[in-house]
């Protein structure tokens, strides 16, 4: 079992909430990092969330980004199966990190024995699909750009700044490498999946994803939020959060208390 003040390189906000009885891994976007999930901490007392960082992001800038999906996933299993302390786990991944999400529950079960309660998915199609923006980095970075600022996640005037593009760019070319280097082989989860999306968001919605139902033998749920891609971290944050904690007390047979 890990210490309170231990802390591992996957888990940069740490392992320190021994109180709260369920445990909610989140894995951000592509060229995003932990910071995303700020907000996140302490939105629940009962719930302890878990940011997970990627090799080459925010606090692990240090060491090189990785392309190699399995690689990513193989290690994000292994240290929250370190993490696990018995606690009832939760995923959470929000476009890239969905995908993230997924195969690493999927490992976590297959190698760890450590069934996850219930993967939430949004800004991402179904592991069997392709993106319907049809962008592959082959298309070059000025085009990846234009992708990133119709999602919302930059500005014309960023883009044109030399050191976002010397510090940031390379993090971005490194996610959507490793997002193209992802094989689907069929593998299909014994958990319940719930997808969430956003009525603006042209990358994932709501018939895309919908789909995530075909990947699981338990049951699917979605929801639909307003805003555009990053829903979860702008205007529908709270929304977004007030279903977790629903689905995570509803898993665990409790009532939502009006504090929770």
């Given amino acids: 079992m890990l210490k309170k003040e231990r802390r591992v390189k996957q ?27 700020r907000n996140w901490l302490g939105f629940s007392s009962h719930v302890e969330v878990i940011p997970v960082e990627i090799p080459g992001h925010s606090s692990r800038m240090n060491e090189e980004c990785v392309t190699d999906f399995n690689e990513v996933v193989e290690e994000s299993a292994e240290a929250i199966a370190r993490a696990s302390d018995n606690r009832p786990i939760y995923l959470y991944g929000h476009s890239l990190g969905a995908v993230i999400a997924f195969q690493t529950a999927y490992i976590l079960k297959s190698r760890y024995g450590i069934e996850v309660r219930k993967l939430f998915v949004a800004g991402r199609q179904a592991p069997m699909d392709e993106d319907v923006t049809g962008f592959k980095l ?29 510090v940031f760019q390379p993090i971005l070319v490194s996610d959507y490498r490793l997002n193209e280097n992802y094989r689907y082989n069929g593998e299909k989860l014994n958990i319940p999946i719930v997808a969430f999306s956003g009525d603006e968001d042209h990358t994932a919605p709501s018939g895309v994803m919908k789909r995530w139902k075909k990947v699981t033998e338990k049951s699917f749920k979605h929801y639909e939020f307003h805003g555009s891609h990053f829903f979860p971290y702008d205007n529908g944050e709270k929304n977004v959060l007030s279903i977790l904690r629903s689905e995570i007390f509803v898993s665990e047979g409790r009532n939502v208390p009006v504090k929770a």
């Fill in 138 to 166: 082959e298309m070059g970075i000025k085009k990846m750009y234009e992708e990133l600022i119709n999602m919302g996640m930059t500005t014309e005037k960023d883009v044109e700044d030399e050191t976002f593009r010397k």
């Fill in 11 to 37: 888990f940069p906000y740490g392992l320190t909430d021994k109180e709260k009885p369920y445990r909610l891994f989140c894995f951000h976007h592509a060229g995003g990092n932990v910071v995303v999930f």
